[in-house]
């Protein structure tokens, strides 16, 4: 099984601030297995990026992936008010598919 | 817009079994596979497995011996059951498409999730 180890766990920035989450992989994973979701309190996860690097659909230009390997990172480049939430990789280059533990991004 | 919406009782006793149905709309059943990822409180994501329209399966190692999940696609739905259940799998369960194709793999549907309790 594939462990994913997000960091850091709790972001404390503001509005108008940069965000970088980190997603270290236990074994190399291709970025085509690597996404990253984002969960606001007291709703299902909701899709950013796919393919390490690809906006979903409806995603607004702030949001970034990159990465390969081992070492991925999601960045949000300017924090609006709806961003804070807990963020999640996760992998499916073998199964079971796992997800991190989270970052939550607080104001 | 495919669209996700799981039902089923919200509270199962221990022991007993846990049976949840996710009801596909707004897009097809065939095609594609479809996950069960559950989240106890105050937690992050585990997934429990994933059923192809055809019906094959695949399971968590740690849950394999506890979970059956199957698919209707007359009625456009899949299900999920576990067995034997204890206090650990009290948790939101989610249904969620799961999306692949040469460049990517990724859940891109995901339903509102459905809170269950164990308790007597």
């Known amino acids: 099984e594939i462990v994913l180890t997000q960091s850091p766990a709790t972001l404390s920035l503001s509005p108008g601030e940069r965000a970088t989450l980190s997603c270290g992989a236990s074994h190399s994973v291709s970025s085509k297995y690597l996404a990253w979701y984002q969960q606001r309190p007291g709703l299902a996860p909701r899709l950013l990026i796919y393919g390490a690097y690809s906006r979903a659909a409806g995603i607004p230009d702030r949001f970034s992936g990159s990465g390969s390997g081992t070492d991925f990172t999601l960045t949000i480049s300017r924090l609006e008010p709806e961003d804070f939430a807990v963020y999640y990789c996760?992998?499916?280059?073998?199964?079971?598919?796992?997800f991190g533990g989270g970052t939550k991004v607080e104001i | 817009q495919v669209q996700l919406q799981e039902s089923g009782p919200g509270l199962v006793k221990p022991s007993e079994t846990l049976s949840l149905t996710c009801t596909v709309s707004g897009g097809s059943i065939t095609n594609y596979y479809w996950s069960w990822i559950r989240q106890p409180p105050g937690k992050g994501l585990e997934w429990i497995g994933h059923v192809y329209y055809t019906g094959s399966t695949n399971y968590n190692s740690s849950l394999k011996s506890r979970v059956t999940i199957s698919v209707d696609t007359s009625n456009q739905q899949f299900s999920l059951q576990v067995t034997s259940v204890t206090a650990a799998d009290t948790a939101v369960y989610y249904c969620?498409?799961?999306?692949?194709?040469?460049?990517?793999?990724?859940?891109?549907?995901w339903g509102q999730g459905a809170l269950v309790t164990v308790s007597s």
């Open positions: 996760q992998q499916y280059a073998m199964s079971p598919p796992t």
């Open positions: 969620a498409r799961f999306y692949f194709d040469t460049s990517a793999y990724y859940y891109d549907s």
